[in-house]
């Protein structure tokens, strides 16, 4: 039945034409999403602009150094202290020329109840060397799209405050070189001494 | 005056622990720590080990502290690449087994902190159980900087019951 096969065969075909076009809309949307990245391959990362205590801190201020960026809330007891202490142990662990090349950012996902003063004051109290951000909700929303740092926030059913939410969020700790580049991805399970071990390749 | 305050108090937690009879006499707790975060964060983690001895599993359905708003069981899972917390309204410590609550898994999760707690601070913690016993819980108060070095897992820093560090 060659007849009744063939219109099969074009839909299959039609099917994985679609597909691949889909696949091409979709890399060529993220490419423009991350127009601002200083290396053209790389899907994830970017330059940013974020507040701190001090005025704007930008990315490209830390050019030439290795940058250790994480994003999470202080609103989140559990992974989020211990990923900090682990890059507070870290940049303990490096000799004082090689942390003079490595600088530690905290970035907020959850800006409505991070003020930059709250993410100073809470960065610092990990390690001097890490520098607390945060910014408008857009500003926020567009550093987390390019580093694909997805989150957002539930409410707590139970509960009728408007500032009682939780967050999800991906875990991951970025190792970013001294071209703004992003060269490695870590999480909370990632141990100080292998942050060090990344951090001094980074700066060979 | 004085005497007589402490004196109180000391019945009152002599009435606690006599309180923590029925299904808490086969729990034993270990481990138990809680975070010193920074004073910005008005929340922080708790940990134990529940051990339970008996034939039954033992389930515990609420925790409250003097320090907290809210003392809540959560749980952290990944779901492709995302964290997400969740609430649990009752942990269960398995007959002849026991219950974890360690960094990256489940945690207590302590809201609308009254004070910042200070490492070496002891915060104490009540479990409460399904049969409506109470289990008291003493939970050392642990700076999480420089873990490598105070080895925060290996620490045994809970008692059960016990107000006598």
């Given amino acids: 039945m060659p007849v009744k096969k063939l219109p099969d065969r074009s839909r299959a075909i039609l099917a994985i034409c679609l597909g691949l076009a889909t696949g091409l809309v979709i890399l060529t949307g993220c490419n423009q999403e991350n127009r601002q990245g200083s290396t053209g391959g790389d899907t994830i990362g970017g330059d940013f602009t974020l507040d701190s205590t001090s005025g704007p801190v930008a990315l490209q201020d830390f050019r030439g150094r290795a940058v250790l960026a994480y994003f999470g809330y202080t609103h989140c007891p559990d992974v989020c202290p211990t990923t900090l202490a682990n890059v507070g142990a870290a940049l303990d662990a490096l000799d004082e020329a090689e942390r003079a090349k490595v600088q530690g950012l905290f970035i907020s996902v959850d800006p409505a109840r991070d003020t930059v003063e709250v993410v100073k004051e809470y960065a610092r109290y990990f390690h001097p060397g890490i520098i607390g951000l945060s910014g408008t909700k857009e500003a926020v929303k567009t550093v987390a799209r390019d580093y694909q740092v997805y989150f957002n926030k539930f409410f707590d059913q139970d509960s009728e405050a408007d500032d009682d939410y939780k967050m999800t969020h991906a875990d991951h700790l970025f190792l970013i070189d001294g071209s703004g580049a992003v060269v490695d991805m870590m999480s909370h399970h990632t141990k100080p001494e292998d942050i060090v071990a990344a951090v001094r390749r980074q700066l060979r | ?165």
């Fill in chain 2, 1 to 165: 005056m004085r005497f007589i305050v402490i004196l109180f108090l000391t019945m009152f937690v002599a009435v606690q622990t006599a309180a923590a009879g029925g299904m808490a006499e086969a729990l034993m707790v270990s481990k138990a720590h809680v975070r010193a975060l920074p004073p910005a964060s008005e929340v922080t983690s708790g940990y134990l080990t529940i051990t339970n001895h008996g034939d039954e599993a033992v389930e515990i359905i609420g925790a409250t502290s003097l320090v907290a708003e809210a003392v809540e069981f959560h749980e952290m899972s990944m779901h492709d690449g995302m964290m997400k917390m969740g609430r649990m309204d009752k942990v269960v410590a398995p007959a002849h087994g026991s219950l974890e609550f360690a960094p990256g898994g489940k945690h207590l999760m302590l809201t609308g902190l009254k004070h910042p707690l200070r490492a070496g601070e002891t915060v104490i913690i009540e479990l409460k159980l399904s049969d409506q016993s109470t289990l008291s819980i003493d939970a050392e108060v642990r700076d999480i900087r420089h873990q490598r070095q105070q080895g925060e897992k290996e620490h045994d820093g809970g008692h059960k019951s016990s107000h006598d560090h």
